[in-house]
């Protein structure tokens, strides 16, 4: 493999600090890699590939529209696109919506959104976010050193203290065009909001007539053990953005938003010459129809309850999340995921302190105790 890392610095922009692996192969929740090594992948693509590696019912459908239509831009109707949004309308309870081609278009969406329809320029945001690279997500995302060095970003923008009401209250105000917010916090950790801190957000939308944005890029699609993170807590935000899981890895973002924000936009205001397009559409809802026949919503919630229990019997003091999106307290936590990768296992380190599990949703107790086998070994 090392031929391939040679190859590869020669002629990629060193932006990534990968693993030193070369995946050519995937089925389920396994990975091989070019010499035939065989990972459990605990990471799922950052939480994308949601039913599984080449999913025989995914694979069968992409490649039957592969034959038929791949792309005529947005400038004409096609099938897939309506039929994906009349499929979300029912799963997300939200009115209408806009197709791109990652969480971060779909977050800049969400921001453009937000100003076009209040008329006002601020955002506020929160300690341990991250909604992405380009410059408008950028500017809603909490660590510096991801924002300093491509400054001026957009602005207004204010942070609050995540899961402090009391410290949004003081930054909210009448020039406010939007809260944006995980629900779960994924690059953070993995940290959930409370319910007090979600009402508060609402009280504070209708006190002072700014929208809420809901990033549930990570944590949609049977992710969190519903099917999207707001479903725990019983709210309905003004915009969500979503992507990751929504194609099982295929490149595929959208925006839901209510039908009083729809209705004040206007042809023209935002576009997208490859999002939506029937390939990514088909792939969406393949992997949203694997998802309702196989009850994987019901099944992140129950692997993901199962692996929070394994992972207290290993003496980790604190672990935390929602489904099968989890979080451990773990010290040095990027070397444990390096060790981790020689023994076969694929986990993430999104932190110095913590490691994410978000592994397909169609994992099962043995994969799970694998993965639990190998994580007593070097905690």
């Known amino acids: 493999m090392k031929e391939w890392f040679e190859r590869e610095k020669s002629v990629y922009i060193q932006f990534y600090r990968r693993q030193p692996v070369v995946f050519v192969r995937g089925e389920g929740c396994w990975l091989y890699d070019a010499e035939g090594k065989k990972y459990l992948d605990m990471v799922a693509g950052i939480a994308a590939v949601a039913i599984g590696h080449c999913h025989p019912r995914y694979v069968r459908r992409i490649s039957e529209q592969l034959e038929k239509l791949v792309h005529v831009s947005n400038l004409y109707y096609t099938i897939p696109q309506i039929e994906l949004a009349e499929k979300l309308k029912e799963i997300t309870g939200m009115d209408r919506f806009f197709f791109c081609n ?37 500017s809603v995302t909490w660590k510096e050193k991801f924002r300093k060095p491509f400054e001026p970003l957009i602005q207004p923008v204010e942070f609050a203290e995540f899961n402090n009401a ?16 995980e629900l779960v916090q994924g690059e953070a950790g993995i940290y959930p909001a409370s319910k007090d801190f979600i009402r508060e957000i609402f009280r504070l939308r209708d006190e002072y007539r700014f929208l809420v944005i809901f990033d549930e890029v990570q944590t949609g699609f049977g992710r969190t053990g519903r099917w999207f993170a707001k479903d725990h807590y019983g709210v309905k935000p003004d915009i969500m953005a979503m992507a990751k899981a929504m194609g099982s890895g295929f490149p595929i973002g959208g925006v839901g938003v209510t039908e009083s924000v729809a209705e004040r936009l206007e042809a023209g205001e935002h576009a997208s ?12 809802l393949a992997t949203i129809e694997v998802i309702e026949e196989e009850k994987l919503v019901e099944n992140s919630e129950r692997m993901g309850k199962y692996l929070r229990e394994k992972l207290e019997k290993l003496g980790i003091e604190e672990v ?21 990768l020689e023994k076969g296992l694929l986990v993430n ?3 110095d302190n913590a490691l994410r599990f978000v592994p397909p949703l169609v994992i099962g107790k043995e994969e799970i105790d694998f993965a639990v086998e190998i994580l007593s070994s070097l905690i």
């Open 273 to 284: 010459t490859f999002g939506g397009n029937p390939l990514a559409c088909v792939a969406s």
């Open 349 to 351: 380190a999104p932190a």
């Open 320 to 340: 935390r999340g929602m489904g099968l999106m989890v979080g451990a307290r773990v010290e040095n936590a990027p070397s444990v995921a390096s060790k981790g």
């Open 102 to 138: 990652s969480g971060a278009e779909a977050v800049e969406a969400s921001l453009k959104i937000a100003r076009k329809v209040t008329g006002r320029k601020k955002f506020v945001a929160f300690s341990g976010s991250f909604h992405g690279r380009t410059m408008g997500a950028l």
């Open 166 to 181: 009391g410290d949004l209250e003081k930054r909210v105000d009448e020039e406010t065009a939007a809260v944006i917010l």
